[in-house]
């Protein structure tokens, strides 16, 4: 079994800093890529970043040059780091692993979400 557990979540006022943290747990698997995904009310679930186990990132536009993504391979874990927020960061972050398991087959698993509130 496969448990992915986000953290880091919380309120801030525009123009300020979070930091997330996602870490996957378990046994008999292999990550290939790790993400932050997010979901304002009523808007649907998109993508904010990826960070694949070659170190290769990739952001939405929205994102670039405000939030860093990064990870550390030998723990499972990624990391967000979010800059300059706008109330329009708002929303539940989820982390999503996509991963490979011994059998060869691949799954993804996500996270139950942490709440980002941007205030202006």
């Known amino acids: 079994q496969v448990q992915v557990v986000e953290s880091g979540g919380g309120l801030v006022q525009a123009g300020g800093s979070l930091r997330l943290s996602c870490a996957a747990s378990?046994?008999?698997?292999?990550?290939?890529?790790m993400g932050w995904y997010r979901q304002a009310p009523g808007k649907q679930r998109e993508l904010v970043a990826v960070?694949?186990?070659?170190?290769?990132?990739n952001y939405a536009d929205s994102v670039k040059g405000r939030f860093t993504i990064s990870g550390d391979n030998a723990k499972n874990t990624v990391y967000l780091q979010m800059n300059s927020l706008k109330p329009g960061d708002t929303g539940v972050y989820y982390c999503?692993?996509?991963?490979?398991?011994?059998?060869?087959?691949?799954?993804?698993?996500w996270g139950q979400g942490t709440q980002v509130t941007v205030s202006s």
């Open positions: 999503r692993a996509d991963i490979m398991k011994s059998s060869g087959y691949s799954y993804q698993y």
């Open positions: 378990g046994s008999g698997f292999s990550i290939n890529n």
């Open positions: 960070f694949n186990s070659g170190g290769r990132t």
